[in-house]
């Protein structure tokens, strides 16, 4: 079955502007989780959404937003890009119930410059 | 301190050698997760543990709940196990807030 997807791959931002990235999950699966790895401060949760509605957060501002659609595809927006939103974006996506493990997308690679 | 401590934080090891990389956590747990990361950012999951020990062709990974502890091992390691070795912890069943480590990164020289 396919894996998880996640668009674009690689993306370059002006300080300033907004982002919209995009996570297709597991056929099946109802839960996608987002997540910022950067050098300094590593593996980071952003946020996660269960059948459309948002379960967990994390410390992040609100200028991170996210959003999941009814066929579970998931999509996180930043505005107001800063430098240090430089980043490795990653989605996992699971089917969200019981006992489960998670299944991570290749990431979408964020430069603002 | 952090909430999930990996050590080492480097390793390096010849082809063929037994590979040990462990992960303490200070925090109430349901599960455990042993997650693999290349070069070029994919990362892959390997294991879920919320008790005792599995295996994986040649990945072995156990936990120690009541000392918060977990250890993963690589038999007969080769130098595409060459990656980041990455532990992460979730609180509750039904609640996917994972905290990772921060990393191992593991070189297996031929």
């Known amino acids: 079955k396919a894996g998880v997807t996640q668009t674009p791959r690689y993306l370059i931002k002006t300080r300033g502007q907004q982002v919209t990235l995009s996570c297709s999950p597991i056929?099946?699966?109802?839960?996608v989780s987002w997540y910022q790895q950067t050098p300094g401060q590593g593996l980071q949760f952003l946020f996660e959404?269960?059948?459309?509605?948002?379960?967990n957060k994390g410390n992040f501002p609100g200028r991170f937003s996210g959003r999941q659609f009814s066929n579970s595809r998931s999509e996180m927006n930043v505005s107001t890009l800063e430098l240090g939103d430089s980043a490795l974006y990653l989605c996992?996506?699971?089917?969200?119930?019981?006992?489960?493990?998670?299944?991570f997308g290749s990431g979408t690679r964020l430069t603002v410059v | 301190k952090n909430e999930v401590e990996q050590s080492p934080q480097n390793l390096t090891a010849q082809e063929g050698e037994f590979i040990t990389i462990n992960c303490s956590y200070s925090?109430?747990?349901?599960?455990l997760h042993w997650l693999q990361q290349h070069p070029g950012g994919g990362i892959v999951s390997l294991f879920m543990?919320?008790?005792g020990k599995k295996k994986h062709g040649r990945l072995i990974a156990t936990i120690n709940i009541q000392e918060k502890h977990s250890s993963l091992h690589i038999t007969a390691s080769h130098p595409r196990d060459s990656a980041v070795y990455i532990c992460?912890?979730?609180?509750?069943?039904?609640?996917?807030?994972?905290?990772f480590g921060t990393g191992t990164r593991l070189t297996i020289i031929p």
């Open positions: 996992a996506s699971s089917p969200g119930t019981g006992g489960y493990g998670y299944t």
């Open positions: 056929s099946g699966h109802r839960s």
């Open positions: 543990l919320s008790s």
């Open positions: 959404y269960f059948s459309e509605t948002q379960r």
């Open positions: 925090v109430g747990i349901s599960a």
């Open positions: 992460a912890v979730g609180p509750n069943f039904g609640n996917e807030k994972l905290t």
